[in-house]
């Protein structure tokens, strides 16, 4: 049919080549920093739910543990209780990241169910 059709080039081929290998230069540092957002805002989202797990259990005996390491899927989450007052203030870091934070303040109570 196309008797005169020799093939690519070499300059066709290398320009080819050349976009390809650009794209990928460009979108794998986007996707390894997406996949590392992703980790962290999984393990804060964890972070929180055990928190508020710890936080119930209190409401409802009136006792807790005033350091505590929580270790689920490989992270260890470690929360602290503080007490200022009629108040505690109630913290929970991931391991790997200690200057960050997540902390709520709640009031004293001995429970609603005290035993």
């Given at each position: 049919?196309?008797?005169?059709?020799?093939g690519?080039?070499?300059?066709?081929?290398?320009?080819?080549?050349?976009?390809?290998?650009?794209?990928?230069?460009?979108?794998?540092?986007?996707?390894?920093?997406?996949?590392?957002?992703?980790?962290?805002?999984?393990?804060?989202?964890?972070?929180y739910?055990?928190?508020?797990?710890?936080?119930n259990?209190?409401?409802?005996?009136?006792?807790?543990?005033?350091?505590?390491?929580?270790?689920?899927?490989?992270?260890?989450?470690?929360?602290?209780?503080?007490?200022?007052?009629?108040?505690?203030?109630?913290?929970?870091?991931?391991?790997?990241?200690?200057n960050?934070?997540?902390?709520?303040?709640?009031?004293?109570?001995?429970?609603?169910?005290?035993?």
């Amino acid at each position: 049919m196309f008797k005169k059709n020799s093939g690519f080039t070499t300059i066709e081929t290398v320009s080819a080549f050349s976009i390809w290998l650009m794209i990928t230069i460009l979108f794998v540092p986007m996707f390894h920093q997406f996949t590392l957002k992703e980790e962290m805002t999984r393990k804060e989202v964890e972070a929180y739910r055990i928190l508020d797990e710890k936080l119930n259990r209190y409401l409802i005996t009136g006792r807790y543990q005033p350091a505590e390491t929580v270790f689920y899927q490989g992270t260890a989450y470690l929360i602290d209780w503080e007490g200022e007052g009629d108040h505690y203030n109630v913290c929970v870091s991931i391991e790997d990241r200690k200057n960050q934070q997540h902390c709520f303040t709640i009031l004293r109570t001995k429970g609603l169910y005290p035993s």
